[in-house]
């Protein structure tokens, strides 16, 4: 089964082929070049679902987005969900951003959570399922590690002492908000969805 994903980031595509396996029968596929939909939601939920019917309805197929965004105790839950849009630039600027605006906060306050919510439609548009997930952890000082996106090289994994930029992908993906959002998803997918496309197909 095909599955658009609302998106033109090829990391979080890779991320999601790779959760769902090789042998799965679910293959995610990124949105066509000219996918834009205005995030404009108030709640992670509502931008993942902006996104999934937009995709839905230019594709005919089923569709799937994320929202997701780092919200950091000492910034009042700040950047939250407008991670993406914290300032101009590139994920680095971002991240350095944030760790400019934390250089004075210590070590023991600096708590922060990965948050993502997903949302599934159907080629109608009509959302089909949703879920939701944290990983709570804190802001390092530094960037460290080279795997991964957005703020991965300042997120530090509590149980882990290293950056979700430094731990594999496959632990990552058991691990993150993506990862745990997602495992959902997709036993929904597979258990629900596969067995009955013909009650969201016209």
Same mark, same amino acid.
């Given at each position: 089964?095909?599955?658009?994903?609302?998106?033109?980031?090829?990391?979080?595509?890779?991320?999601?082929?790779?959760?769902?396996?090789?042998?799965?029968? !679910?293959?995610? !596929?990124?949105?066509?070049?000219?996918?834009?939909?205005? $995030?404009?939601?108030?709640?992670? /939920?509502?931008?993942?679902?902006?996104?999934?019917?937009?995709?839905?309805?230019?594709?005919?197929?089923?569709?799937?987005?994320?929202?997701?965004?780092?919200? !950091?105790?000492?910034?009042?839950?700040?950047?939250?969900?407008?991670?993406?849009?914290?300032?101009?630039?590139?994920?680095?600027?971002?991240?350095?951003?944030? /760790?400019? $605006?934390?250089?004075?906060?210590?070590?023991?306050?600096?708590?922060?959570?990965? !948050?993502?919510?997903?949302?599934?439609?159907? &080629?109608?548009?009509?959302?089909?399922? =949703?879920?939701?997930?944290?990983? &709570?952890?804190?802001?390092?000082? =530094?960037?460290?590690?080279?795997?991964?996106?957005?703020?991965?090289?300042?997120? /530090?994994?509590?149980?882990?002492?290293?950056?979700?930029?430094?731990?594999?992908?496959?632990?990552?993906?058991?691990? =993150?908000?993506?990862?745990?959002?997602?495992?959902?998803?997709?036993?929904?997918?597979?258990?629900?969805?596969?067995?009955?496309? =013909?009650?969201?197909?016209?």
């Amino acid at each position: 089964m095909k599955i658009v994903l609302a998106t033109q980031n090829p990391g979080k595509l890779k991320e999601l082929n790779e959760m769902a396996g090789q042998q799965s029968a !679910v293959h995610f !596929v990124l949105a066509p070049p000219d996918f834009d939909a205005v $995030e404009d939601g108030v709640t992670y /939920l509502e931008n993942a679902l902006i996104k999934a019917r937009v995709a839905a309805l230019m594709t005919g197929e089923f569709a799937l987005a994320d929202d997701s965004g780092i919200e !950091v105790d000492a910034l009042d839950g700040r950047p939250g969900i407008h991670s993406a849009r914290y300032c101009e630039g590139s994920d680095r600027d971002r991240r350095l951003k944030l /760790l400019d $605006e934390l250089k004075d906060v210590p070590e023991p306050k600096r708590g922060a959570a990965f !948050v993502c919510a997903i949302a599934l439609c159907a &080629p109608s548009g009509e959302m089909v399922h =949703s879920t939701f997930a944290r990983w &709570p952890g804190s802001i390092t000082f =530094s960037e460290k590690g080279t795997n991964g996106f957005g703020f991965d090289p300042i997120f /530090l994994i509590p149980d882990k002492g290293q950056t979700s930029a430094e731990i594999s992908g496959a632990d990552k993906n058991l691990l =993150s908000h993506r990862g745990l959002a997602f495992a959902e998803m997709l036993s929904y997918i597979k258990n629900t969805l596969l067995k009955d496309t =013909s009650a969201y197909i016209g």
